[in-house]
T-cell receptor, first 115, second 115 residues
Framework: ETGVTQTPRHLVMGMTNKKSLKCEQH?????MYWYKQSAKKPLELMFV???????ENNSVPSRFSPECPNSSHLFLHLHTLQPEDSALYLC??????????????FGPGTRLLVL | DQQVKQNSPSLSVQEGRISILNCDYTNSMFDYFLWYKKYPAEGPTFLISISSIKDKNEDGRFTVFLNKSAKHLSLHIVPSQPGDSAVYFC??????????????FGTGTRLQVFP
């Protein structure tokens, strides 16, 4: 595997379910990001991790819980979601969090549907 | 209120012709602008960027123009090729693009290049 991978690629869950999204980067980067893209809305930054430490929480509801056990893996734990949380969730990584923004490499995303 | 706007959700262009994708922004603190390209089932990939100290940046068939007074930028693709068919996102950041936490995206424009 190369680049940034995300699993699952598609997920359907009920509002009472608990699920997790996984992101793995094979680029040796030390910063990882979660973005959300809702239909007809811009891509929105959710969380930033630098060297496994969370450095940014962009006012995300607590029903989204990120976890970064090491600089190669990033999880997004989901519980008691709402239908409006249905969206494409994109993971990204970069070599240096202070580097130029174009150095972020994106994964293919997980398309989430909350019923 | 969206700070980065792409008012055309879609654009259709004949192969060989010029494609012009537009983007407007409202935040005068933005000083670094980027275009990302996204194919279906893939994450966005960086295409080209421009700093606010410039008004034009060219990379092969892709040229980005920046009009700071109008708070407007555009991406020109010439000649357009069928492989250019994708969704194009405009993005902006502060701090000359070195603060990855401040990357603000537009909603995207779907470009279709037909033979």
């Amino acid at each position: 595997e190369t680049g940034v991978t995300q699993t699952p690629r598609h997920l359907v869950m009920g509002m009472t379910n608990k699920k997790s999204l996984k992101c793995e980067q094979h680029l040796g980067h030390n910063a990882m990001y979660w973005y959300k893209q809702s239909a007809k809305k811009p891509l929105e930054l959710m969380f930033v991790y630098n060297f496994k430490e969370q450095t940014e929480n962009n006012s995300v509801p607590s029903r989204f819980s990120p976890e970064c056990p090491n600089s190669s893996h990033l999880f997004l734990h989901l519980h008691t979601l709402q239908p409006e949380d249905s969206a494409l969730y994109l993971c990204a990584s970069s070599q240096e969090p202070s580097g130029r923004v174009e150095t972020q490499y994106f994964g293919p995303g997980t398309r989430l549907l909350v019923l | 209120d969206q700070q980065v706007k792409q008012n055309s959700p879609s654009l259709s262009v004949q192969e060989g012709r010029i494609s012009i994708l537009n983007c407007d922004y409202t935040n005068s603190m933005f000083d670094y602008f980027l275009w990302y390209k996204k194919y279906p089932a893939e994450g966005p990939t960086f295409l080209i960027s421009i700093s606010s100290i410039k008004d034009k940046n060219e990379d092969g068939r892709f040229t980005v123009f920046l009009n700071k007074s109008a708070k407007h930028l555009s991406l020109h693709i010439v000649p357009s090729q069928p492989g250019d068919s994708a969704v194009y996102f405009c993005a902006a950041s502060e701090s000359d693009g070195y603060n990855t936490d401040k990357l603000i995206f537009g909603t995207g424009t779907r470009l279709q290049v037909f033979p």
